[in-house]
């Protein structure tokens, strides 16, 4: 069981302890009690955690309702051997053996694993932010409608600046599709109604956001092959939660949400199966969050 948000009081077993009780100390707001639930990597005051995991299997490990929200980017298992353009040049849009297809039938089926483990581990009153194109946002939305969740908006992310369409038999790709959902028809969300406002020149933001794809200065330590703009990210922080809430990222690649919680003052989990993207999400934490560079 990985415990989140403890306060000093809890810190007192109340059962003996496990033996696999590895963890126990005054200001970690994270008590972990069993050793494949070890950090991968976690900065001296626990509030960016990563996990190296397959999230099917350590989602389990969390405790439900303990988490406020929860931002996922899953596989959009458009890995086929199709062909896109990246600064002016053909290329794969292959992203690599985890965006591999396996039919529609397993995708729906993997949606709705993850999403109802992340449904159990959220706060009542808990909301998730999936992103996705249509490869995958139908069978995440119809999986939410199955599960319960009470749909809040469905955001038109439009990327501003894509790139061109090669084949020149299709619109531009330039959207992507946000779902926010609570955890069930009876959740009351959290929204920063005021400061959404506030942003947006005083007038009420609308769905449809107008932000563009990670620049250079977000890619200075690698490439995540769909990295999302840190811009993305804060809205919805700052949208839907508050200073110190914990954030999960199921899906974490290169870590733009807890990159962006941790600046906002939220503690963050991040969970990916793959080492590489937790190596740049490091790198990434250590140059853009504690050093604030691009603050
Ligand atoms: C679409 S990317 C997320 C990109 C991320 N939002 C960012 O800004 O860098 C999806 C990530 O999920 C990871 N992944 C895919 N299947 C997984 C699984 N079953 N368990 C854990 N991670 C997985 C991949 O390694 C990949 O990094």
């Known amino acids: 069981m990985y415990d989140i948000n403890l306060q000093e009081q809890d810190f007192m077993p109340k059962t003996p302890m496990s033996k696999n009780f590895i963890k126990w100390k005054k200001e970690v707001h994270i008590k972990v009690v069993q050793e494949t639930a070890k950090p991968y990597y976690e900065d001296e005051t626990k509030r960016f955690c990563l996990f190296n995991h397959d999230t099917l299997k350590f989602l389990d490990l969390i405790q439900p309702g303990s988490i406020d929200m929860i931002f996922a980017d899953p596989p959009y298992f458009l890995s086929n051997g199709g062909m896109s353009?990246?600064?002016?040049?053909?290329?794969?849009?292959?992203?690599?053996?985890?965006?591999?297809?396996?039919?529609?039938?397993?995708?729906?089926?993997?949606?709705?694993?993850?999403?109802?483990?992340?449904?159990?581990?959220?706060?009542?009153?808990?909301?998730?932010?999936?992103?996705?194109?249509?490869?995958?946002?139908?069978?995440?939305?119809?999986?939410?409608?199955?599960l319960g969740f009470k749909i809040l908006n469905d955001i038109a992310w439009y990327k501003v600046n894509p790139p061109p369409n090669l084949s020149c038999r299709y619109f531009t790709h330039a959207?992507?599709?946000?779902?926010?959902?609570?955890?069930?028809?009876?959740?009351?969300?959290?929204?920063?109604?005021?400061?959404?406002?506030?942003?947006?020149?005083?007038?009420?933001?609308?769905?449809?956001?107008?932000?563009?794809?990670?620049?250079?200065?977000?890619?200075?330590?690698?490439?995540?092959?769909?990295?999302?703009?840190?811009?993305?990210l804060d809205r919805i922080i700052l949208a839907s939660t508050k200073k110190n809430d914990v954030v999960l990222d199921p899906f974490t690649g290169s870590s733009t949400t807890g990159i962006a919680a941790y600046k906002l003052d939220r503690k963050f989990i991040g969970v990916d199966k793959n080492k590489e993207y937790l190596e740049l999400s490091k790198k990434r934490f250590e140059s853009e969050a504690l050093q604030g560079v691009n603050t």
């Open 85 to 146: 353009c990246h600064a002016g040049r053909r290329v794969s849009v292959n992203k690599g053996e985890w965006d591999v297809s396996k039919g529609i039938d397993e995708t729906h089926k993997f949606n709705l694993e993850w999403l109802r483990l992340c449904q159990d581990l959220l706060t009542e009153n808990g909301t998730i932010w999936v992103s996705g194109t249509s490869h995958v946002i139908y069978s995440i939305g119809f999986a939410m409608q199955e």
């Open 175 to 232: 959207t992507e599709t946000v779902l926010w959902a609570a955890k069930s028809k009876k959740s009351r969300h959290y929204f920063d109604y005021p400061l959404m406002k506030k942003m947006n020149n005083n007038k009420q933001m609308q769905s449809l956001w107008s932000i563009k794809a990670p620049g250079r200065d977000e890619k200075l330590h690698g490439k995540h092959p769909t990295q999302k703009p840190l811009e993305l």
